[in-house]
Nanobody, 121 residues
Framework: QVQLAESGGGLVQAGGSLRLSCAAS????????MGWYRQAPGKQRELVAH???????NYADSAKGRFTISRGNAKNTVYLEMNSLKPEDTAVYYC???????????????WGQGTQVTVSS
């Protein structure tokens, strides 16, 4: 079993900041890329930020300059620092991890349960 546990969501005023955390646990042989996605009511889930095992990053245009994704020293954790938050950032934020559970298994995607971020105007 693999679990992704997210934390750090909440209610914040526009212009404020939040830091999301995600820790992967369980039977993990090797962790590859990790990322954050979000889904607002009535909209499709979309990529917010992505980080490879080597530290390469990719951001949605809406996140560039305001959000920073990083990985912890343990490599099974990922963070999303969100600054200058806007009401349109309101969504459920999901952690995603691409990992292998055994030396012979391929990469498989796992998702967290999501954490609510609400930005008030």
């Amino acid at each position: 079993q693999v679990q992704l546990a997210e934390s750090g969501g909440g209610l914040v005023q526009a212009g404020g900041s939040l830091r999301l955390s995600c820790a992967a646990s369980g039977s993990i042989f090797r962790m590859n890329a990790m990322g954050w996605y979000r889904q607002a009511p009535g909209k499709q889930r979309e990529l917010v930020a992505h980080i490879t095992s080597g530290g390469g990053t990719n951001y949605a245009d809406s996140a560039k300059g305001r959000f920073t994704i990083s990985r912890g020293n343990a490599k099974n954790t990922v963070y999303l620092e969100m600054n200058s938050l806007k009401p349109e950032d309101t969504a459920v934020y999901y952690c995603n991890a691409e990992l292998a559970r055994t030396p012979s298994s391929g990469w498989v995607n796992y998702w967290g349960q999501g954490t609510q971020v609400t930005v008030s105007s």
